[in-house]
């Protein structure tokens, strides 16, 4: 089983729909969780992070299931700028510093 | 703030050269820094970790030898690709850590070995 995995994708929503992503880690040790995104061949930059509470930014809500290991992320409102790969990302329990990627989950917002 | 400075954006080398990319923390001391490397419609993957002042650490099947890593200031890591082979063509990005920041990265290097 991969360390972090996403659900494959691609996404394809019309402008205005709500879409949520999901997310699995196999590591019940792993502390830290967040959500990148990443525009084509551009660097990941951080949406936000994930708390054990749940916390919303906007238009984005993220949660966290630590029984089950599952993270998601809703968009609401899709936006055509919001058409970007979504990085799940936890961080390795052998190392805080270190952190593993999920293979993504490509989003595409249509007119 | 915590900006990552990446350069060179692009480079494109002839096969058996050596290519050296540099990762610099702009506004912040990073002690840590970490290189991956991403292949077309993939993920990143953790190539090593770089340690200011001591041995960075490869992830397994990374060889260290290959691909040399040196981070001798608290704001500089530098990846160097060896003797590059045209499969070493990847988009190569480094990130580092600052507390309440989160992991900033790089602007990413694009290899092409020709």
């Known amino acids: 089983r991969k360390e972090v995995e996403q659900d494959p994708g691609p996404f394809n929503v019309p402008e205005g729909a709500t879409v949520a992503f999901n997310c699995t880690y196999s590591?019940?040790?792993?502390?830290?969780f967040f959500w990148y995104r990443q525009d084509c061949r551009k660097e990941p930059k951080l949406l936000m992070s994930?708390?054990?509470s749940g916390n919303e930014d906007g238009r984005f809500t993220a949660q966290l299931n630590r029984a089950s290991q599952y993270i998601s992320l809703l968009i609401r409102d899709s936006k055509l700028s919001d058409s970007a790969t979504y990085l799940c990302?936890?961080?390795?329990?052998?190392?805080?510093?270190?952190?593993?990627f999920g293979p993504g989950t490509s989003l595409s917002v249509i007119p | 703030g915590a900006v990552v400075s990446q350069h060179p954006s692009r480079v494109i080398c002839k096969s058996g050269t050596s290519v050296k990319i540099e990762c610099r923390s702009l506004?912040?001391?990073?002690?840590?820094m970490f290189w991956y490397r991403q292949f077309p419609k993939q993920s990143l993957m953790l190539m090593a970790t770089?340690?200011?002042?001591?041995?960075?650490?490869?992830e397994q099947g990374v060889e260290k030898d290959k691909f040399l890593i040196n981070h001798a200031s608290l704001t500089l890591s530098t990846l160097t690709v060896t003797s590059a082979h045209p499969e070493d063509s990847s988009f190569y990005i480094c990130?580092?850590?600052?507390?309440?920041?989160?992991?900033?990265f790089g602007s990413g290097t694009r290899l092409t070995v020709v």
């Open positions: 770089s340690n200011e002042g001591s041995k960075a650490t490869y």
């Open positions: 994930v708390y054990s």
């Open positions: 990302v936890v961080n390795a329990p052998t190392s805080y510093d270190k952190v593993i």
């Open positions: 590591n019940s040790a792993s502390q830290s």
């Open positions: 506004d912040f001391q990073a002690t840590t």
């Open positions: 990130s580092a850590k600052r507390q309440g920041h989160g992991y900033t």
